[in-house]
């Protein structure tokens, strides 16, 4: 049984691009939510999908956008990178529904901004 | 509004000995309650979880929490610390108001453990 998976593992981008990371959930589960892990800090709820929809988000601004696909998985992108994007991405999956307050995490995706 | 405090950024105790990381909760709702561990460079592993069921929860490891509504805690607790347990320590809240389980971390414990 797979668990979560992230791709890439690590990425390296300069200030004002654009960069796109990837999440596919743990079988059989239908919600992905995102966090950003500043580094010696907690992770923060970026937004969270269920059904190809954003259905809720938290403080993060419209630079930080994503997509979740017919298939569950799910994409992050974010536009004109600042230096304090730099952080560990993490992507969650859980089952919506009874349990659904229970999240799987992935490895995450280490973003470094130069 | 939820929110989590950690009561201790950095706990080191001996190899053998017992483990005590606090945490104490902020929720409008009834909560769900967890912890998670994060090893270095590596993503968070859940270790156990609180859903109002037994206030004393069980987890894996050897880890154990106990839910006090009065107290507003949900300290996480092991008898015997093993080498393999350093590392990052996180409280975790989940409102269950409504169905969108949205996670809030607390600022972890960074758990050292020495020979």
């Known amino acids: 049984d797979a668990g979560v998976t992230q791709s890439p593992t690590h990425l390296i981008k300069t200030r004002g691009q654009q960069v796109t990371l990837r999440c596919s959930p743990k079988?059989?589960?239908?919600?992905v939510s995102w966090y950003q892990q500043a580094l010696g800090q907690g992770p923060q709820f970026i937004f969270q999908y269920y059904e190809e929809e954003e259905r809720q988000r938290g403080n993060f601004p419209d630079r930080f956008s994503g997509h979740q696909f017919p298939n569950y998985s799910s994409e992050l992108n974010v536009n004109a990178l600042l230096l304090g994007d730099s952080a560990l991405y993490l992507c969650a999956s859980s089952l919506e529904g009874t349990g659904g307050e229970t999240q799987y995490f992935g490895p995450g995706t280490r973003l470094l901004v130069l | 509004a939820q929110s989590v405090t950690q009561l201790d950024s950095h706990v080191s105790v001996s190899e053998g000995t017992p483990v005590l990381l606090r945490c104490n909760y902020s929720?409008?709702?009834?909560?769900?309650l967890f912890w998670y561990v994060q090893h270095p460079n590596k993503g968070l592993q859940l270790l156990l979880k609180y859903t109002s069921a037994a206030t004393l929860v069980k987890g894996i490891n050897g880890f154990e929490a106990e839910f006090k509504k009065s107290e507003t805690s949900f300290h996480l607790t092991k008898p015997s610390a093993h080498m393999s347990d350093a590392a990052e320590y996180f409280c975790v809240v989940s409102d269950r108001g409504g169905s969108n389980y949205k996670l809030t971390f607390g600022k972890g414990t960074l758990l050292t453990v020495n020979p």
């Open positions: 079988s059989g589960h239908d919600t």
């Open positions: 929720s409008s709702y009834s909560p769900s």
